[in-house]
């Protein structure tokens, strides 16, 4: 006698990075989830190497903190050199820095270790994991989504995309990919360094040479990574010859044992839309970017994440479907801004390339910050609206444990928490105004933090604040 399964509330097709951290965050917050994927084994090709505190903050988040210390090496600091060799511009951090967030600004990691683990906690957590099955169709009503695979149906209430830049999803949905103008070969090799005497840099490299333009990066442990940017008649030889040559102006065979090698071609593409009907798309589906800031990953954890507790809450009847247009309103423009602060690296690299006085730098480092959420569940123009809040100083707690995984409110004076943010979860945090940097609280002022930790509203109102912030987003009664 066959037992019919339960419908899961979300069907996930790709267990990439960004796939497994929306499995594993929506299974946290008490979702039932399957995740496919075509493929029975991680991907073995030198992919992401660098990430940011955000996405630090979120794995910390979901209980993946001790296993990225593991597997990562804090960034040392990072510039781009002429081709004689001088920095034009970059920065270098002191050993042990942290910055707002908690974390180094950026961590050096391999791709396959991080997603063995992330696949691994979700497993845990208790998603049905399903690898070697294929989305051959798919469809929705008003009801739910329907996935075929090659082993029979999957019904979900909803689906999250997350199967990669070639995103099967993305074209049966119909959804275009905007092209925001990057389109390059690159060799990239992963290499062990034997030879701990090799003379290379402590901090990432990005080499503006016209003969050759070149990103170095010191990886974790033995680890350094080459990424060769390839030109129009190379297209045909074979890498290994490629690799050979490149790598002789760096090292030798005996000081760098080549691990793996891959070509690429960066693009810089958004979706049209991220979302169709209760089908959501996620990760490189999603958007595709050069890897110069080290983003691409990130910005995908950073979609799983924001679905998760979405999905959750409307789930448990705390928020109206509504609240699920806010996933394509939030990451969608992040998404843009993000890719486009990519492509000015890329720009700034062929910029000095070609000897141009570059007096406004716009790539890592200086010129401009990381872009915040624009619009969706936010409210109001304080200068921390729709970015992550800082951790609160002069305690050894993370904020992630102070604040739980709802919504919070944080003030220096006890303040009665607003009925409609109550009946989410939210919790009331009072802390010294001198906790966090000047201009965010003082005996009026009340932050209203998310449960993705990025900061809702800061407000000396916050009954009315908490009103307009939800009015949309209410279930009906
Ligand atoms: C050279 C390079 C360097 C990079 N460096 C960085 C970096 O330093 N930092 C950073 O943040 N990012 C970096 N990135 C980007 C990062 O690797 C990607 O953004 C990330 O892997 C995307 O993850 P994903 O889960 O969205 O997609 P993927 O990892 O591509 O996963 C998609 C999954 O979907 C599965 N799938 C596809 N179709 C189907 C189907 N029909 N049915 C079932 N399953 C399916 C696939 O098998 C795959 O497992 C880099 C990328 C490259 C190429």
């Not at 396959?112 to 798919?138: C, N, Y």
């Not at 092209?179 to 070969?185: A, E, F, K, N, T």
């Not at 607003?418 to 009946?423: I, N, Q, R, S, V």
Request: with cysteine; glycine share 10%.
């Amino acid at each position: 006698m066959s037992v019919e399964r339960p419908r899961p509330d979300v069907a996930i097709i790709g267990f990439g990075p960004t796939g497994a951290m929306a499995a594993l965050r929506c299974q946290q917050r008490g979702l039932s989830v399957v995740a496919i994927d075509a493929e029975t084994e991680i991907y073995p090709l030198p992919r992401a190497i660098g990430l940011d505190a955000e996405g630090a903050r979120l794995l910390y988040a979901a209980g993946l903190g001790a296993a990225l210390e593991a597997c990562s090496t804090p960034l040392q600091g990072a510039e781009f050199i002429n081709a004689d060799g001088e920095r034009v511009v970059g920065f270098d951090l002191p050993e042990g820095f942290v910055g707002p967030l908690g974390h180094p600004p950026n961590v050096m990691f391999e791709q396959p270790q991080l997603e063995a683990a992330l696949r691994e906690a979700a497993r845990r957590s208790g998603v049905d994991v399903r690898l070697g099955v294929t989305a051959i169709d798919i469809g929705f009503d008003d009801d739910g989504a329907r996935v075929e695979t090659d082993h029979g149906p999957i019904d979900a209430r909803w689906v999250i995309a997350a199967d990669g830049a070639s995103s099967w999803t993305r074209k049966q949905l119909d959804i275009s990919l905007i092209d925001h103008g990057y389109d390059q070969s690159w060799l990239v090799v992963d290499t062990t360094l034997l030879d701990p005497d090799l003379d290379l840099p402590p901090i990432v490299q990005q080499v503006c040479d016209p003969r050759r333009v070149t990103t170095f990066v010191p990886g974790h442990g033995t680890r350094r990574r080459w990424e060769f940017r390839l030109n129009p008649d190379e297209a045909d030889v074979p890498p290994t010859e490629l690799t050979e040559s490149l790598l002789a102006s760096w090292g030798s065979p005996k000081q760098l044992r080549v691990d793996r090698t891959a070509i690429y071609r960066f693009h810089a593409l958004i979706a049209e839309r991220f979302a169709a009907g209760p089908i959501f798309l996620a990760g490189d589906a999603a958007h595709q970017m050069p890897p110069f800031n080290g983003q691409g990953m990130c910005s995908g954890l950073r979609d799983g994440d924001n679905l998760a507790w979405k999905l959750a809450l409307v789930a448990a009847g705390k928020a109206d479907e509504s609240l699920l247009a806010t996933y394509e309103t939030e990451r969608r423009p992040h998404a843009i801004a993000t890719v486009d602060h990519t492509c000015d690296a890329g720009r700034l690299i062929d910029a000095i390339a070609a000897g141009i006085d570059v007096t406004t730098e716009s790539g890592y480092g200086g010129g401009r910050g990381a872009p915040r959420i624009e619009a969706g569940l936010i409210d109001g123009d304080h200068v921390g609206v729709g970015r992550p809040l800082p951790q609160l100083l002069g305690t050894s707690r993370t904020i992630d444990e102070i604040l739980g995984d709802g919504f919070a409110i944080i003030s220096a004076t006890p303040v009665e928490v607003p009925p409609k943010l109550a009946a989410l979860g939210a919790r009331s945090v009072v802390t010294d105004a001198t906790a966090l940097p000047e201009g965010w609280l003082d005996e009026q002022q009340v932050i209203v933090v998310r449960p993705d930790r990025l900061v809702a509203a800061v407000t000396d109102d916050l009954n009315s604040t908490v009103q307009r912030l939800l009015r949309a987003v209410e279930p009906e009664r």
